[in-house]
């Protein structure tokens, strides 16, 4: 039988789990424009941002399986509405992990005040990310056309994905 994934906020000894997936994903090229040779100080300090920001791991039987970092979209006027990234190890993926961090950080975003959540950047053809984010109440607003080189695909668009919350 398998231990239910468990979302709790991330801590700075967690991101030697969370580096090996991140790396493997930036390098993948295909979902996040992070540069490649980013190192693992430097990846940590853009995931493991400061408040009002805040990290999130997904753990399974003590392993991190995943991540998520949600906080205000801009600055100032507009920061009552939220931004998310998130992150699944490869060797996770299919298991719901996507899906149950999400809905973790819509819940914390909508009790810490957001008003709503936008996607700034969702790879057009990341459609299994697409497609989550569109079970989760989202919907393309926009597409930002030839924004985003992927490995395979070469140049595709940035879908700009939003949700009242």
Do not use: C
Not at 1 to 19: G, S, Y
């Amino acid at each position: 039988m398998t231990a239910k994934v468990v979302v709790r906020p991330a801590a700075p000894e967690d991101w030697p789990a969370i580096w090996p997936f991140f790396r493997q994903i930036v390098a993948d090229g295909e979902t996040y424009a992070y540069p490649e040779d980013l190192t693992s100080t430097a990846a940590k300090q853009l995931w493991m941002e400061p408040a009002p920001a805040a990290t999130f791991v997904a753990v399974e039987d003590g392993s991190v399986l995943g991540s998520a970092k949600s906080g205000p979209n801009r600055p100032g006027r507009g920061s009552h509405v939220s931004t998310a990234s998130f992150m699944v190890d490869p060797s996770a993926r299919g298991k719901g992990v996507g899906r149950t961090l999400g809905e973790h950080v819509l819940e914390w975003a909508r009790t810490q005040g957001y008003r709503s959540m936008q996607f700034n950047a969702v790879v057009e053809t990341n459609t299994g990310a697409v497609k989550l984010w569109q079970a989760l109440g989202f919907e393309i607003i926009g597409t930002v056309p030839a924004a985003f080189e992927s490995k395979t695909h070469g140049l595709v668009g940035l879908h700009v994905m939003y949700r009242e919350l």
